[in-house]
């Protein structure tokens, strides 16, 4: 923090020797962003050691492979997360195949195809609207739609299809506006020069602006997908359980649950019962899996980034 005045007091003798007025107000700003930037970081750091100063010591102590393994049980040294580890990868599998085509497909058509009137413009502040709505509201939606609505015949009702259809929903307003910035990013002497070389716009997009624009959208797709694997409200009304006969992989029809609602379940049991350390495990394995697909998400992201230039 001694850094910070010492920049301040720099660029203020130096305004002062070529006869500027000291930029004080600038300085003191910076400064403010600085130390908001590192009350961020103590918070960040403090909550990770929280988690991990209990969760990964009882983790070693049991067992990795045995938490992950076993599946839900009323006694906490003998419950696992097995089910919910399959429900929240699933949950993410149903999300990346639904909300990204569809999102970035809509993006595309709003700045690359669709005409400036009223109606798109209606629509693109439709989106960013949709993008602000508490998720309990689209869980709400979900049950009205997939779990208890005209298209239960094709989820099973309270299902895992359901939920990822949910959270597909909830987060596809977050990947159209990504996406559309994104497309908006790529520079216009692109297209112009497409369009100049006798290409059609089907080409340009193709060839030019997608592969410019994709590390966008898919920074974009990371952030929406981190957002749909830590929410629990919407589960809350598709019939998640914290204990369930089924939840392997591929059951899409039966009973599930997620990493994030046995978090909540297991923080409400007595802490007698040795729950506490059974939560805190459970987060760091919720962390470990929104990391690990960021990382693959970050690692497509780059790879694009050194074939675009």
């Known amino acids: 923090m001694s850094v910070v005045p010492s920049e301040i007091t720099r660029d203020v003798v130096a305004a002062r020797l070529r006869g500027e007025k000291a930029d004080v107000a600038g300085a003191a700003f910076r400064f403010l962003l600085f130390a908001c930037l590192g009350l961020v970081l103590a918070t960040l750091i403090a909550l990770l050691w929280n988690v991990t100063s209990v969760g990964v010591p009882y983790l070693l102590d049991r067992g990795v492979v045995d938490f992950l393994t076993r599946f839900g049980s009323s006694r906490a040294r003998v419950a696992g997360v097995y089910q919910g580890l399959v429900g929240t990868i699933t949950h993410a599998v149903i999300v990346a195949l639904v909300s990204f085509p569809l999102g970035v497909a809509t993006a595309l058509?709003?700045?690359?195809?669709?005409?400036?009137?009223?109606?798109?413009?209606?629509?693109?502040?439709?989106?960013?609207?949709?993008?602000?709505?508490?998720?309990?509201?689209?869980g709400l939606l979900g049950a009205a739609i997939f779990a208890r609505g005209g298209l239960d015949w094709l989820t099973g009702g309270e299902s895992t299809l359901s939920a990822g259809l949910t959270l597909s929903v909830l987060v596809m307003p977050i990947v159209?506006?990504?996406?559309?910035?994104?497309?908006?990013?790529?520079?216009?002497?692109?297209?112009?020069?497409?369009?100049?070389?006798?290409?059609?716009?089907?080409?340009?997009?193709?060839?030019?602006?997608?592969?410019?624009?994709?590390?966008?959208?898919?920074?974009?797709?990371?952030?929406?997908?981190?957002?749909?694997?830590?929410?629990?409200?919407?589960?809350?009304?598709?019939?998640?359980?914290?204990?369930?006969?089924?939840?392997?992989?591929?059951?899409?029809?039966?009973?599930?649950?997620?990493?994030?609602?046995?978090?909540?379940?297991?923080?409400?049991?007595?802490?007698?019962?040795?729950?506490?350390?059974?939560?805190?495990?459970?987060?760091?394995?919720?962390?470990?899996?929104?990391?690990?697909?960021?990382?693959?998400?970050?690692?497509?992201r780059n790879r694009y980034e050194k074939k675009t230039r």
Do not use: H
């Open 109 to 138: 058509y709003l700045e690359e195809y669709a005409t400036d009137n009223w109606f798109t413009r209606l629509v693109t502040v439709v989106i960013r609207n949709l993008a602000g709505v508490p998720a309990i509201v689209y």
């Open 176 to 300: 159209v506006i990504t996406s559309a910035e994104a497309l908006r990013a790529v520079p216009a002497s692109l297209r112009e020069g497409g369009f100049g070389a006798g290409a059609t716009r089907w080409e340009v997009v193709r060839t030019l602006v997608l592969p410019n624009a994709f590390p966008g959208i898919l920074t974009g797709t990371i952030l929406a997908l981190a957002r749909a694997l830590g929410e629990a409200a919407p589960l809350l009304l598709l019939g998640v359980k914290a204990s369930t006969s089924g939840g392997d992989f591929g059951d899409l029809r039966g009973d599930f649950t997620s990493l994030p609602y046995l978090i909540a379940d297991w923080s409400k049991k007595p802490s007698a019962q040795g729950w506490p350390d059974n939560t805190q495990a459970a987060i760091v394995v919720t962390l470990v899996v929104i990391l690990g697909i960021n990382a693959v998400g970050i690692v497509l």
